[in-house]
């Protein structure tokens, strides 16, 4: 069964940093591609990252170099390092993997001085 829990997401200012984490289980992490979601209030949710595994990263327009996916498959954890946060990046932030169907509980980023 697919298990996916995120993690990192904060009240932080704008111009600041956050890591997030989702650590996956119940799959074989290392060969899928694992994403980045966001949804934020009233607006449906859009992917902002994704990551094969082996490595090769894609972003959405709105968050290249901004945002930077990474994964360990030691520790079957994709990661996402957003920085210079905006207001408009406030969402939760979910993951998963392309290949399988299920979702997090994902993890609440506000941008707000």
């Known amino acids: 069964q697919v298990q996916l829990v995120e993690s990192g997401g904060a009240l932080v200012q704008p111009g600041g940093s956050l890591r997030l984490s989702c650590a996956a289980s119940?799959?074989?992490?290392?060969?899928?591609?694992m994403a980045w979601y966001r949804q934020a209030p009233g607006k449906e949710r859009e992917l902002v990252a994704a990551i094969t595994g082996g490595g090769d990263r894609n972003y959405a327009d709105s968050v290249k170099g901004r945002f930077t996916i990474s994964r360990d498959n030691q520790k079957n954890t994709v990661y996402l390092q957003i920085n210079s946060l905006k207001p408009e990046d406030t969402a939760v932030y979910y993951c998963?993997?392309?290949?399988?169907?299920?979702w997090g509980q994902g993890t609440q980023v506000t941008v707000s001085s």
């Open positions: 119940g799959f074989i992490f290392s060969t899928d591609t």
């Open positions: 998963r993997s392309l290949s399988r169907v299920g």
